[in-house]
T-cell receptor, first 117, second 110 residues
Framework: DARVTQTPRHKVTEMGQEVTMRCQPILGHNTVFWYRQTMMQGLELLAYFRNRAPLDDSGMPKDRFSAEMPDATLATLKIQPSEPRDSAVYFC???????????????FGQGTRLTVV | GIQVEQSPPDLILQEGANSTLRCNFSDSVNNLQWFHQNPWGQLINLFYIPSGTKQNGRLSATTVATERYSLLYISSSQTTDSGVYFCAPARGTGFQKLVFGTGTRLLVSP
């Protein structure tokens, strides 16, 4: 059963610590998204990659957040240093290659619930 | 970017009732997905529907891209339908990023 896998599922950390969240996209998917969900802002896009290259990270606070795809099977989202306002659920999603003008369906992982105290 | 409005924001139904959820968007789109976020927080794909009508069991969806709206129909609702329903349209081709609405929170009571 193909699925997007995110680790860890839950993370509690102290303010100032580094946090790394990992995502394994579905095999063969070449587009990876990072979203953040909070009560106040809802689901907002942080960054996304196509064929491991970053396409848009305008939604991400650059001073403390970084997103990378070291290889096609792993995407990472790092926060350094973490702050209480970073507490949220972070979702990763992946999508197979588009063909022609027809786009494809995105699938979401189960999320990482981050609490910064 | 695209603005997405979903209505109603909250909905309470008795089990067995039918409902229609609406999603309005501000610009032309090439892609639109409906998701159900269950009480455990998981985002479940319901429909990929940039245009036309699709049905899956008790659920169906219609997107009229030229008029910039999409509808999700839930018939004979069940308590397991409870959760938040999101629509997420996207523009462009090939590099589309989904923009999420604020969702419709549905509670189905027995």
């Amino acid at each position: 059963d193909a699925r997007v896998t995110q680790t860890p599922r839950h993370k509690v950390t102290e303010m100032g610590q580094e946090v790394t969240m990992r995502c394994q996209p579905i095999l063969g998917h070449n587009t990876v998204f990072w979203y953040r969900q909070t009560m106040m802002q809802g689901l907002e896009l942080l960054a996304y990659f196509r064929n491991r290259a970053p396409l848009d990270d305008s939604g991400m606070p650059k001073d403390r957040f970084s997103a990378e795809m070291p290889d096609a099977t792993l995407a990472t989202l790092k926060i350094q240093p973490s702050e209480p306002r970073d507490s949220a659920v972070y979702f990763c999603a992946s999508r197979p290659p588009a063909w022609g003008a027809k786009d494809t369906e995105a699938f979401f992982g189960q999320g990482t619930r981050l609490t910064v105290v | 970017g695209i603005q997405v409005e979903q209505s109603p924001p909250d909905l309470i139904l008795q089990e067995g009732a039918n409902s229609t959820l609406r999603c309005n968007f501000s610009d032309s789109v090439n892609n639109l997905q409906w998701f159900h976020q269950n009480p455990w927080g998981q985002l479940i794909n319901l429909f990929y529907i940039p245009s036309g009508t699709k049905q899956n069991g008790r659920l169906s969806a219609t997107t009229v891209a030229t008029e910039r709206y999409s509808l999700l129909y839930i018939s004979s609702s069940q308590t397991t339908d409870s959760g938040v329903y999101f629509c997420a349209p996207a523009r462009g081709t090939g590099f589309q990023k989904l923009v999420f609405g604020t969702g419709t929170r549905l509670l189905v009571s027995p």
